[in-house]
């Protein structure tokens, strides 16, 4: 069993790599890969370290990296990468976009367009949120929320449900809240690029987390045209069996080449465990072959 969907306190997990190690190593699982946003920091820490001594199986090198495709933020995995040269492009493209500075952006994005819309707000001062690890939509639609005046100065979707507001208001370019990420993120075909670069394999993660993509597979057909992905991630904790066995007969009928993992963040994301995910997972080992030596 495997997991190669991980997360740590390098970006928005809650757990340290030592602590990932045990878990990995209490669950036999045979081969793990943290995969942080946009950071390697976990793999300089562990060279520090003696890993053997927590963990006995093996580490493939990973990350996972925001791209901007279609009006959409989507997320790439990247596998077996040298880290010395990923991290030199990391710091390149993304070291004036930290998940602070842009999550603060984005807040004041929304908060902007809110007052165009006489909505009422407490100001931006007095919110209690942590810009390094909260997401600034969540914050403003909870923000919104508090005051049942605002009910009747927005769409009733919009107010019903926190899914509506981010997939039809916040991704949608004709609605109120529309927030352009274009220069915030890379487009997929230049992270494909780097990855390659880096001697490293792309995956496209977990498709079905994105609700606005109608037709999944027609979808992954036209990204993979867009960008020359390898692989998609056919096993993850929200997919079902079904949704799971299509998306491997797709990469098999390809010749993509298939990851799975959990996406772990530890206390941060409770109802999902490394190896297993809710339980439902026991990804095997068997998917490495073809891409991982």
Same mark, same amino acid.
């Given at each position: 069993?495997?997991?190669?969907?991980?997360?740590? &306190?390098?970006?928005?997990?809650?757990?340290?790599?030592?602590?990932?190690?045990?878990?990995?190593?209490?669950?036999?699982?045979?081969?793990?890969?943290?995969?942080?946003?946009?950071?390697?920091?976990?793999?300089?820490?562990?060279?520090?370290?003696?890993?053997?001594?927590?963990?006995?199986?093996?580490?493939?090198?990973?990350?996972?990296?925001?791209?901007?495709?279609?009006?959409?933020?989507?997320?790439?995995?990247?596998?077996?990468?040298?880290?010395?040269?990923?991290?030199?492009?990391?710091?390149?493209?993304?070291?004036?976009?930290?998940?602070?500075?842009?999550?603060?952006?984005?807040?004041?994005?929304?908060?902007?367009?809110?007052?165009?819309?006489?909505?009422?707000?407490?100001?931006?001062?007095?919110?209690?949120?942590?810009?390094?690890?909260?997401?600034?939509?969540?914050?403003?639609?909870?923000?919104?929320?508090?005051?049942?005046? &605002?009910?009747?100065?927005?769409?009733?979707?919009?107010?019903?449900?926190?899914?509506?507001?981010?997939?039809?208001?916040?991704?949608?370019?004709? &609605?109120?809240?529309?927030?352009?990420?274009?220069?915030?993120?890379?487009?997929?075909?230049?992270?494909?690029?780097?990855?390659?670069?880096?001697?490293?394999?792309?995956?496209?993660?977990?498709?079905?987390?994105?609700?606005?993509?109608?037709?999944?597979?027609?979808?992954?057909?036209?990204?993979?045209?867009?960008?020359?992905?390898?692989?998609?991630?056919?096993?993850?904790? &929200?997919?079902?069996?079904?949704?799971?066995?299509?998306?491997?007969?797709?990469?098999?009928?390809?010749?993509?080449?298939?990851?799975?993992?959990?996406?772990?963040?530890?206390?941060?994301?409770?109802?999902?465990?490394?190896?297993?995910?809710?339980?439902?997972?026991?990804?095997?080992?068997?998917?490495?072959?073809?891409?991982?030596?």
């Amino acid at each position: 069993m495997i997991d190669l969907h991980i997360h740590t &306190n390098n970006s928005d997990g809650s757990e340290d790599v030592i602590e990932i190690l045990k878990k990995a190593e209490e669950k036999k699982l045979s081969y793990i890969a943290i995969t942080d946003h946009e950071s390697c920091n976990a793999y300089f820490q562990l060279k520090k370290i003696d890993v053997k001594k927590y963990y006995s199986g093996k580490i493939i090198y990973g990350v996972e990296l925001k791209n901007y495709y279609k009006d959409r933020v989507i997320d790439i995995l990247a596998y077996n990468i040298d880290i010395n040269k990923f991290d030199n492009y990391l710091k390149k493209e993304y070291k004036e976009k930290t998940h602070g500075m842009l999550e603060t952006k984005n807040l004041r994005h929304f908060y902007k367009q809110a007052k165009n819309y006489g909505l009422i707000l407490n100001s931006i001062d007095e919110i209690k949120w942590d810009a390094d690890k909260d997401w600034g939509s969540v914050v403003f639609y909870n923000e919104l929320k508090k005051h049942p005046e &605002n009910e009747a100065k927005v769409p009733k979707d919009l107010w019903e449900d926190f899914s509506n507001f981010k997939k039809d208001y916040i991704y949608n370019r004709k &609605n109120m809240f529309f927030l352009d990420k274009k220069d915030d993120y890379p487009s997929p075909k230049q992270t494909v690029k780097q990855i390659h670069l880096a001697g490293g394999v792309a995956f496209l993660a977990h498709v079905y987390e994105y609700k606005w993509v109608e037709n999944k597979i027609e979808y992954i057909k036209q990204l993979i045209k867009d960008s020359n992905l390898d692989g998609i991630e056919c096993y993850y904790s &929200n997919f079902t069996e079904n949704q799971t066995k299509g998306l491997i007969d797709f990469c098999i009928k390809n010749n993509l080449h298939i990851s799975g993992g959990t996406d772990f963040h530890g206390t941060k994301r409770p109802s999902v465990d490394l190896g297993v995910g809710r339980g439902n997972l026991n990804i095997p080992e068997n998917i490495l072959y073809n891409w991982y030596k």
